[in-house]
Nanobody, 124 residues
Framework: QVQLVESGGGLVQSGGSLKLSCAAS????????MGWFRQAPGKERDFVAG????????AYAPSVKGRFTISRDNAKMTVNLQMNSLKPEDTGVYYC?????????????????WGQGTQVTVSS
């Protein structure tokens, strides 16, 4: 049974930073890609960032590229999302997800386990 637990969300002013973390358990973490998604109120869940099983390959949504950085520590079974220069439109519930294969996908179909989500609110 895979468990993903996110932490690090909160309220921040526009231009500020937050770091989200996701702790995984239950399946060989290092064999799977990981991703972060977000869901704003009334909207669909969107891809934010993904990272391959080794961490050598990353992908970002155009709206966050250059501001967000995804990283992983396979020894600690964690994946992080460093978010800088936050904007009000970054507000939403952020979900950690474990991929179905080595390389990340930019859509939810490529992931089979999800965390419960952590709220990020950016005030203007």
């Amino acid at each position: 049974q895979v468990q993903l637990v996110e932490s690090g969300g909160g309220l921040v002013q526009s231009g500020g930073s937050l770091k989200l973390s996701c702790a995984a358990s239950g399946r060989t973490f290092s064999r799977y890609a990981m991703g972060w998604f977000r869901q704003a109120p009334g909207k669909e869940r969107d891809f934010v960032a993904g990272i391959s099983w080794t961490g050598d390959s990353t992908a970002y949504a155009p709206s966050v590229k250059g501001r967000f950085t995804i990283s992983r520590d396979n020894a600690k079974m964690t994946v992080n999302l460093q978010m800088n220069s936050l904007k009000p439109e970054d507000t939403g519930v952020y979900y950690c997800a474990q991929g179905r294969s080595y390389y990340s996908a930019a859509n939810s179909a490529g992931y089979d386990y999800w965390g419960q989500g952590t709220q990020v609110t950016v005030s203007s």
